[in-house]
């Protein structure tokens, strides 16, 4: 049956359907926005780019600093889906932006998906990340476009299928 035979069997109108959806977004965090913290504006437009291109929705919050981001995080009521992380930044690096998360209770309680995604991929960076934190993925940025939207494609498809406490 149509969506439209649906809406008329049911009685609902489209505006009303609309409400509806929106509201179901908001209450997962799949639908919340995607938080980069990335000192590089070319990357964060190539990024942002690459995100449009796999049709991904969520709205972009960028922050330069980790300060800025620790606040926003401590202080928002949107649901975030995904946390990309460069390691390093201005001021506190991503590691420690990170040790910062896990040691905040209420934080830890959102249980944001947290991902590395930097332009160095030091073992030592890599072995910490997944000894001493509580993180998700840690990933090398690629050189050309394709391996980027390759590498983002696969990260985004995993998050979409995978159960989360904030779904």
Same mark, same amino acid.
């Given at each position: ?10 009685? =609902? ?8 959806? /929106? +509201? ?12 980069? =913290? ?7 437009? =190539?990024?942002?780019?690459?995100? *449009?291109?796999?049709? =991904?929705?969520?709205? !972009?919050?960028?922050? @330069?600093? %980790?300060? @800025?981001?620790? @606040? ?6 949107? /649901? ?18 990170? +040790? ?7 934080? *830890? ?5 947290? !991902?590395?995604? @930097? %332009?160095?991929? *030091? ?10 934190? %509580? ?12 391996? !980027?939207?390759?590498?983002?494609? /696969? ?13």
């Amino acid at each position: 049956m149509a969506a439209n035979e649906l809406m008329a069997k049911a009685e =609902i109108s489209k505006p009303k359907l609309l409400n509806v959806t /929106k +509201r179901i977004q908001k209450q997962t965090s799949k639908y919340g926005p995607l938080v980069i =913290i990335e000192d590089d504006e070319d990357d964060i437009k =190539i990024f942002t780019e690459v995100v *449009r291109e796999l049709k =991904i929705k969520n709205e !972009i919050k960028w922050f @330069s600093d %980790t300060n @800025s981001a620790f @606040s926003y995080l401590l202080s928002t009521e949107d /649901k975030i889906f995904m946390i990309f992380c460069d390691i390093n930044l201005p001021g506190k690096n991503g590691l420690d932006f990170k +040790r910062d998360i896990d040691g905040n209770p209420e934080l *830890r309680k959102k249980s944001i998906p947290f !991902i590395f995604y @930097s %332009t160095v991929a *030091r073992v030592s960076d890599v072995n910490e990340a997944y000894t001493k934190m %509580t993180v998700q993925g840690f990933f090398k940025k690629e050189n050309s476009h394709a391996e !980027i939207k390759n590498t983002l494609q /696969k990260i985004f498809d995993y998050w979409m299928l995978c159960k989360h406490p904030n779904d």
